[in-house]
T-cell receptor
Framework: DTEVTQTPKHLVMGMTNKKSLKCEQH?????MYWYKQKAKKPPELMFV???????INESVPSRFSPECPNSSLLNLHLHALQPEDSALYLC???????????FGPGTRLTVT | GDSVTQMEGPVTLSEEAFLTINCTYT??????LFWYVQYPGEGLQLLLK?????DKGSNKGFEATYRKETTSFHLEKGSVQVSDSAVYFC????????????FGQGTELSVKP
């Protein structure tokens, strides 16, 4: 089983809202990732967690706040987003940092 | 820094045609190489991988060989189907650089019946 699940599938939020994206995997993977993907572009790495600790932050604005409550779960908390933050947000996991990554289906976020 | 270059799309083929999508890379170390596929409205799926020179990755009729001498990892399929229509991403990952995936720009493939 190489399934990564993400909820919600779609999210529309205003610029003053607070919302969260959720990602879950039950493959025993110890590395988890958040990516942002704009239309017709490759995914851009945002954050990497390794063994539940933040390993990489690609200079992401503080309005995006990641959280890894346990080895199976990864959240992305959103606050005061801008319309340009509208994108597909993808979660991925891998056995460890450096192994092949398995992606979830993504959350389509629209900021109004 | 490390980088990946893919042939530009869109690529349009007729069903049962031969497919090649070129991918070349630049890396200072010894990366692993991957092809991912993204169907419309979905996330990325790992299509195949190769972890060292001369390795051949294959899956679902697709294959690619890790060529260190030409720094290439071209994707091929002998006979494409309409269901292969998607965007294909070539990517590399180097453990010594935190395992970050470096993607090419993606190649959109459209297969017509």
């Amino acid at each position: 089983d190489t399934e990564v699940t993400q909820t919600p599938k779609h999210l529309v939020m205003g610029m003053t809202n607070k919302k969260s994206l959720k990602c879950e995997q039950h493959m025993g993977h110890r590395a988890m990732y958040w990516y942002k993907q704009k239309a017709k572009k490759p995914p851009e790495l945002m954050f990497v967690y390794s063994y539940e600790k933040l390993s990489i932050n690609e200079s992401v604005p503080s309005r995006f706040s990641p959280e890894c409550p346990n080895s199976s779960l990864l959240n992305l908390h959103l606050h005061a987003l801008q319309p340009e933050d509208s994108a597909l947000y993808l979660c991925a996991s891998s056995h460890d940092q450096g192994s092949e990554q398995y992606f979830g289906p993504g959350t389509r976020l629209t900021v109004t | 820094g490390d980088s990946v270059t893919q042939m530009e799309g869109p690529v349009t083929l007729s069903e049962e045609a031969f497919l090649t999508i070129n991918c070349t890379y630049t890396a200072t170390g010894y990366p692993s190489l991957f092809w991912y596929v993204q169907y419309p409205g979905e996330g990325l799926q790992l299509l195949l991988k190769a972890t060292k020179a001369d390795d051949k990755g294959s899956n679902k009729g697709f294959e690619a060989t890790y060529r260190k001498e030409t720094t290439s990892f071209h994707l091929e399929k002998g006979s494409v189907q309409v269901s292969d229509s998607a965007v294909y991403f070539c990517a590399l990952s180097d453990r010594n650089q935190g395992g970050k995936l470096i993607f090419g720009q993606g190649t959109e493939l459209s297969v017509k019946p």
